[in-house]
């Protein structure tokens, strides 16, 4: 990161998923007018930037992240004068707007595609990644990431296309010099329209190994394999770099690289100021990996990794949750009796680490995980995926369903819950995806009024960053309490100290006197509804936060 691009750090970045957030015209989807309709919530929330979903036109086989109109907007989520309004009324608020691109991939109803697929001279030819079939077969054996084969046969080419994510959202080749000036010749058209950020989508594999071989990973149960080492090629890397060079650098634009990379030092390659690539990282792990090898001990892990990794020369995206993962208090804490206490300790959790805090859209509110009838009933194509390859590895199809309510993203989809009434006051007509039934008692409006709840939470720990510069700018260092369950750390800047407890279980746990010594006054706690902090001795889901000055 530039000096210039200081502003970045003290960000609080919000990200609505456009589709659930607010229907302003009762067709049960949201859309950018609601948006608009809402900016005044944000306000009062205090964050300072929004990161929005892709809003493209789209015809939805993955919600929006399949654009087949990359400077159009999604016909149901208004027009290109909402989006400008959107923007105007951003800025005059002072919250900085972060749009989403995918560019690893588009949709297979682009006009680019709808040309290059059309014969194999055409101009477009070269846009998309083509190869003829081998002994009548698809080119290898790589699995997409949303079932099947990572190949599509087109008659009319008599040749296979490449798409790692759905069959309807073939790779874009980055190989080809003229596809790469379009893509950023339409970067370069939105940053010129006031856009102050990218998050970009599925960075990791724009380079492609140009043989394919073939992979050597065990089989998934529909007997195709995910590829080896796709991910963080040279290549890929020299490409973002290229991009950076030619449109992010020149105009001061925040950028967020989404990217698959199983180590910090993987990470650290996008991100590190000398590599002139993204200003930060959003890593994507699997919900499934997520939900089964998480613990309080590993997320204090993760986080001392990377701060060590980009202490001098980086920065940090800091989330719990998006949109493709289910919802956090349901996976990291606690959505039966200790809901309220744990959605404010993983609040505190996140806000107190270095980086710059990304919250997902009802998060604010501690929305939790949804557990719909069926299969039939969950829209998310990867959940429909993950539940067919269970069946065909042996499982019931009850065990299925029960591990699709667990992971699904559409646990993070379901509409925000303004309200108490039945359709959450998310619309007026059909909401696209079912309304969690608990908006009765989770909700925008009883929180707005209660100065105790989660919502008036996250505005406090928002507002203490420009307070405490130790929450943005400060050191860290995790200290060590004897206990798993009990993370603890220090944040400094100057002469300010900050003390941070989370106790992640629903035992008590005590915190040792000497971590305590010179802790000063605690200003806030996930227990502000019983008195606030009154330890040593933590409660279940207990978080503390203490200032001292030394
Ligand atoms: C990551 C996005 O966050 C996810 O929602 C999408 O399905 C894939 N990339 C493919 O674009
Ligand atoms: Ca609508």
């Given at each position: 990161m530039t000096a210039e691009k200081e502003w970045i750090k003290d960000l609080v970045v919000y990200q609505i998923y456009p589709r659930s957030f607010c229907d302003?015209?009762?067709?049960?989807?949201?859309?950018?007018?609601?948006?608009?309709?809402?900016?005044?919530?944000?306000?009062?929330?205090?964050?300072?930037?929004?990161?929005?979903?892709?809003?493209?036109?789209?015809?939805?086989?993955?919600?929006?992240?399949?654009?087949?109109?990359?400077?159009?907007?999604?016909?149901?989520?208004?027009t290109m004068e909402d989006w400008d309004r959107l923007r105007d009324a951003c800025h005059q608020r002072g919250i900085r707007l972060i749009m989403d691109l995918v560019v690893n991939h588009s949709s297979d109803e682009h006009p680019?595609?709808?040309?290059?697929?059309?014969?194999?001279?055409?101009?477009?030819?070269?846009?998309?990644?083509?190869?003829?079939?081998?002994?009548?077969?698809?080119?290898?054996?790589?699995?997409?990431?949303?079932?099947?084969?990572?190949?599509?046969?087109?008659?009319?080419?008599?040749?296979?296309?490449?798409?790692?994510f759905s069959k309807k959202q073939p790779d874009l080749n980055w190989a080809c010099l003229q596809l790469r000036e379009e893509v950023y010749r339409m970067m370069e058209w939105w940053a010129d329209k006031g856009v102050d950020g990218f998050r970009v989508d599925a960075i990791s594999y724009l380079d492609k190994p140009q043989d394919f071989p073939p992979s050597s990973l065990p089989p998934l149960p529909d007997g195709y394999s995910f590829p080896e080492g796709l991910a963080g090629r040279p290549g890929t890397h020299a490409y973002i770099r290229e991009m950076n060079r030619r449109v992010y650098a020149p105009r001061n634009v925040l950028t967020v690289g989404e990217v698959s990379a199983p180590t910090v030092e993987e990470l650290a390659n996008y991100v590190r100021t000398g590599r002139e690539e993204f200003d930060m990282a959003i890593p994507f792990?699997?919900?499934?990996?997520?939900?089964?090898?998480?613990?309080?001990?590993?997320?204090?892990?993760?986080?001392?990794?990377?701060?060590?990794a980009l202490e001098k020369d980086g920065w940090w995206a800091r989330f719990l949750s998006n949109h493709d993962k289910p919802r956090q208090v349901s996976l990291y804490g606690d959505d039966g009796p200790y809901w309220e206490a744990s959605a404010k300790l993983l609040a505190l959790f996140l806000h107190?680490?270095?980086?710059?805090?990304?919250?997902?859209?009802?998060?604010?509110?501690?929305?939790?995980?949804v557990k719909l009838p069926s299969i039939q009933a969950y829209d998310d194509l990867d959940t429909r995926n993950r539940y067919h390859q269970l069946l065909l590895s042996g499982s019931s199809p009850d065990?299925?369903?029960?591990?699709?309510?667990?992971?699904?993203?559409?646990?993070?989809?379901?509409?925000?819950?303004?309200?108490?009434?039945?359709?959450?006051?998310?619309?007026?007509?059909?909401?696209?995806?079912?309304?969690?039934?608990?908006?009765?008692?989770?909700?925008?409006?009883?929180?707005?009024?209660?100065?105790?709840?989660?919502?008036?939470?996250?505005?406090?720990?928002?507002?203490?960053?420009?307070?405490?510069?130790?929450?943005?700018?400060?050191?860290?260092?995790f200290l060590d309490t004897g206990c798993g369950e009990l993370v603890a750390w220090r944040r400094r800047a100057?002469?300010?100290?900050?003390?941070?407890?989370?106790?992640?279980?629903?035992?008590?746990?005590?915190i040792p006197p000497g971590l305590l010594e010179g802790a000063g006054e605690a200003l806030l706690s996930s227990y502000d509804r019983e008195g606030g902090y009154q330890g040593p001795a933590l409660r279940p889901y207990e978080a503390a936060l203490f200032r001292a000055r030394i």
């Open positions: 302003s015209n009762g067709d049960g989807v949201g859309d950018l007018p609601g948006v608009l309709q809402k900016i005044g919530y944000l306000e009062e929330l205090g964050v300072n930037a929004i990161w929005l979903s892709p809003v493209y036109r789209s015809p939805n086989d993955d919600n929006g992240y399949d654009i087949s109109g990359y400077q159009e907007i999604m016909e149901e989520f208004g680019w595609f709808v040309e290059s697929q059309s014969s194999k001279g055409n101009p477009k030819s070269d846009y998309y990644i083509w190869r003829d079939p081998v002994d009548g077969h698809e080119p290898n054996n790589w699995a997409s990431v949303f079932g099947g084969s990572a190949w599509e046969y087109v008659p009319a080419r008599g040749q296979y296309y490449f798409h790692y792990v699997p919900p499934m990996v997520e939900i089964d090898t998480w613990s309080p001990e590993k997320l204090a892990r993760d986080a001392w990794e990377s701060y060590r107190c680490l270095p980086g710059t805090p990304f919250i997902y859209q009802g998060e604010e509110i501690g929305m939790t995980n065990a299925a369903l029960a591990r699709a309510q667990l992971e699904s993203r559409d646990n993070a989809r379901t509409p925000v819950q303004w309200d108490g009434s039945p359709k959450g006051g998310f619309t007026t007509g059909q909401p696209w995806l079912g309304v969690n039934p608990n908006t009765k008692r989770i909700n925008v409006e009883a929180q707005r009024q209660d100065p105790l709840s989660i919502f008036h939470f996250y505005r406090r720990l928002i507002a203490l960053r420009k307070e405490c510069p130790a929450l943005p700018h400060g050191d860290l260092a100057g002469d300010e100290t900050l003390l941070v407890f989370c106790n992640f279980s629903q035992e008590a746990h005590t």
